[in-house]
């Protein structure tokens, strides 16, 4: 292996050493506590760290990091504590998620590291949130994250690449091309030749490396770093490499052709490395049985406290509140009693130019959102008055920009990602649902997100414009659901939701954006997540709804004028207001849950079974159900008509009155 030590002194060489050696060290006693059953799982990076250490030594201290699965060389050159590591291998508390994740799925913000979720190829875009943040910050930064061959398979990949690409971001994207994902080998992984082909194609540089060189992959990342720090722009590094040992301890390496092996050792990047330095005179034989012999006793330190600390005790309040970041909101009201007419569609931007206002680390992504102001026009003007840097058109990569909302998390600021529509939010429900709602529990980190979706039917959108897909978050915990259905409700509601820490999936009507206008308050002021309204008051029966049920239930109310129904509007679908839904079962006794979203799994379900868990004594009837047909939405109107509840609601309005 040919080494080139440059201009670099024996210092750094020796510092390099000791951070190869490190990792190395401590796999080699991780295998040994494997086989002695001490510790669960391992994913080896024998024969890989020149990459981890090489990269993450050539960055700047306070630079993010984004590692994986194999990639301990990163944690240990940023001096992550040896027994807070353990800890963390071992499930205990004092590791970096309090026994929640296993492995290398933890970040930590005072190491300038975020680490992955399981599904590898959604870390990418987080750097990408990083970066972001910081070229808004005007800060000379890079981002670092890895990626192996195989997770670079994932739509992800492309994402993240792309996006980096068109925004500039300066991102140093790693391959680590080892040949294999888990037992399959690159050709059957992917047909094209290498992965610095696909850097030009993507519009960026790309530079493949030996990536088990220890100062080749120093050097070049270190004067990739600079370069991009003077010049924002996404990098592709492919690190040629192999993994010495099977995908995890447990899964073997019978797949891969012994030859490859022997090749491979030959290459040991920490062998050659001590080899070069011996040659060089930089190091003595004594030297490094010492540098090994301090290793050793910091490793076995580590270990010992670890082993020593006991594991959790489960505390069910402790668990339940992390999900979310402890936030108590002091809703705001408006300064003045000044009020303008508004349609719910001039709510909804009234709130977002106000919060745009409030808070300048508020960050506007989404298709077409910037000079035409967003399909729906709710963003018109935005560009003029707040700039590009913060109204940004996006590409169509759902999945990257909601992860870049995380990363942007991670610096501080704010995010409103808006779905063109709330169907398509489907393309980026990884990163809503494990990586924004499980961030806070599993490390620490919340996700300042706002994802704006334009929901429901009525319109003869068909199947792929007009779903109702709130039930999907509102089973996710950690994200926060909310459902205006009046334009007073929009505005409040939405700047809530910019104000809330966590992740608020915010759902807007398109049906309600032109049809229903109300006095509102000119004045910015927020309306309390978790609170539902009684928008009428009743004695016969009481329908708890949200959104368009709303209107249905109010249309209904007076054509029975004979009936006096109560209307509960939740307004806030996780959490949801428990205590209003009692007070009203209580009152009436007679219960429709009526929602516009399909029937099986719907909230309905949920809302019914509480109440007959816990309300079952102020039950005059059985509690119903009103929702739409458990079929895709058609589109022809006459068909529409018959999916949506709205026609079958006084049968069962009449059904349960009588009951
Ligand atoms: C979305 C997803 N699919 C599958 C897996 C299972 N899995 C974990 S690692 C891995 C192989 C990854 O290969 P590569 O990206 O080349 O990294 P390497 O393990 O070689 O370092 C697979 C299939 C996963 N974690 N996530």
Known sequence: MNYNRKEYSEDELISLYRAILKPRMIEERMLVLLRQGKVSKWFSGIGQEAISVGSAMALEQDEYILPLHRNLGVFTSRNVPL????????GKKTGFTKGRDRSFHFGSNEHHIVGMISHLGPQLAVADGIALSDLLDKKEKVTLVYSGDGGASEGDFHEALNVAAVWGLPVIFMIENNGYGLSTPSN??????????????????????????????????????????????????????????????????????????????????????????????VLTQKAVESIREELKAEIEEGLQTA?????????????????????????VAPASSAKTEKRFVDAISDGLRQSMERYPELVLMGQDIAEYGGVFKIT??????????????????????????????????????????????????NQIVNNLAKSHYRWGQHADVVVRMPTGAGTAAGPFHSQSNEAWFFHTPGLKVVYPSSPYDAKGLLNAAIEDPNPVMYFEHKLLYRSISQDIPDDYYTIEIGKAKTVAEGED??????????????????????????????????????????????????????HEDTLTGGIGGEIAAWIGENCFEHLDGPVARVASLDTAIPFAPPLEAEFLPKQRLREKVEAILAY
Request: proline fraction near 5%; aromatic fraction near 10%; charged fraction near 25%.
């Open 83 to 90: 027994d807070r590591l353990f800890a963390q291998f071992q």
């Open 188 to 281: 059957e992984q992917f047909k094209f030749k290498q992965f610095i082909d696909k850097g030009p194609a993507y519009g960026m540089d790309a530079l493949q490396i030996d990536g088990n060189n220890l100062l080749e992959v120093y050097d070049t990342v270190r004067q990739t770093a600079a370069s991009m720090r003077k010049n924002p722009r996404p990098v592709l590094i492919e690190a040629m490499t192999f993994r010495m040992r099977g995908h995890e301890e447990a899964s073997g390496t019978k797949y891969v052709p012994q030859e490859l092996f022997e090749k491979w050792a030959k290459k040991d990047p920490v062998e050659n490395y001590e080899k070069f330095l011996l040659d060089e005179l």
């Open 307 to 331: 082993f020593a600390t006991p594991m959790p005790v489960a505390d069910r309040q402790e668990e339940i509140a992390d999900m979310y970041k402890p936030y108590v909101q002091q809703p």
């Open 380 to 429: 018109e003007g935005f560009v003029d008055k707040f700039g590009k840097e913060r109204v940004r058109n996006t590409p169509l990569c759902e999945s990257a920009i909601l992860g870049i909302g995380l990363g942007m998390s991670v610096k501080g600021k704010k995010s409103m990602v808006e779905m063109q529509f709330a169907d398509f939010v489907s393309v980026g429900f």
């Open 541 to 594: 029966l009481s329908i708890i709804t949200y959104g368009m049920g709303v209107h249905w239930a109010k249309q209904l109310q007076q054509e029975m004028p004979g009936t006096s129904i109560e209307i509960l509007d939740l307004r806030s679908l996780l959490p949801w207001d428990k205590e209003a839904v009692r007070n009203t079962v209580a009152k009436t006794g007679r219960v429709i849950i009526l």
